[in-house]
């Protein structure tokens, strides 16, 4: 079956302590690992794809890396502005068929 | 250019109403989504068309769930008969596409089920 999961379910960090979120899969076929970011009553918002293991993108504060099992979104000296809840996503199907299955998301904290 | 834009935002219905949710993607976009998020959750895929072909439906949860893109474009979610289950955020997708790209997503609609 596929699955994501992320963890930590919510982080709280200070203003400028780095830190790791991580995104475990087991998706079969996987075409795809998406993060985005979820501020509360929007919808979620497109942060990075990638494809394949050992690829890295990086965009302001945020970078994030893939294996071939998990891929981490690695926040450095994160802002009080950075608080969301950040959600991984593994696309699958073959064919046709396309969707995206999501984790439950990591809720991120930074306080001033 | 415009967002996905999805009406209305917010739907209070009572048990056994029948509701219509509406989603305009982004222009030009081939590949539309559907999905349900409970609150605390990630978003669940209901459905997915390409242009006006309703290509996977398998996340649709009963035969009280219809989706429709007549034109290829706005499309609507239907839900009749609803219940207190049903209440969530309904999120609406686009992509250009029909390969592995990203999604861009919709503000949703809450639905409160009475």
């Known amino acids: 079956e596929d699955q994501v999961t992320q963890s930590p379910e919510a982080l709280r960090l200070q203003e400028g302590e780095s830190s790791s979120l991580n995104c475990s899969y087991t998706v079969s076929g996987l075409r795809g690992l998406f993060w985005y970011r979820q501020d509360p009553g929007k919808g979620p918002e497109f942060l990075f794809t990638l494809y394949s293991a050992g690829e890295e993108k990086e965009k302001e504060r945020l970078k994030a890396t893939l294996t071939k099992k998990e891929s981490f979104l690695h926040i450095t000296a994160p802002k009080p502005e950075d608080s969301a809840t950040y959600l991984c996503a593994g696309g699958i199907g073959t064919g046709s068929a396309r969707q995206l299955t999501f984790g439950s998301g990591t809720q991120l904290t930074v306080l001033p | ?114």
């Not at chain 2, 030009?28 to 669940?44: D, K, R, T």
């Not at chain 2, 686009?94 to 639905?111: I, M, N």
């Open chain 2, 1 to 114: 250019g415009a967002g996905v834009s999805q009406s209305p935002r917010y739907k209070v219905a009572k048990r056994g109403q029948d509701v219509a949710l509406r989603c305009d993607p982004i222009s030009g976009h081939v590949s539309l989504f559907w999905y349900q998020q409970a609150l605390g959750q990630g978003p669940e895929f209901l459905t997915y068309f390409q242009n006006e072909a309703q290509l996977d439906k398998s996340g649709l949860p009963s035969d009280r769930f219809f989706a429709e893109r007549p034109e290829g474009s706005v499309s609507t979610l239907k839900i009749q008969r609803t219940q207190q289950e049903d209440s969530a955020v309904y999120l609406c997708a686009s992509s250009p596409g029909t390969g592995a790209e990203t999604q861009y997503f919709g503000p949703g609609t809450r639905l409160l089920v009475l």
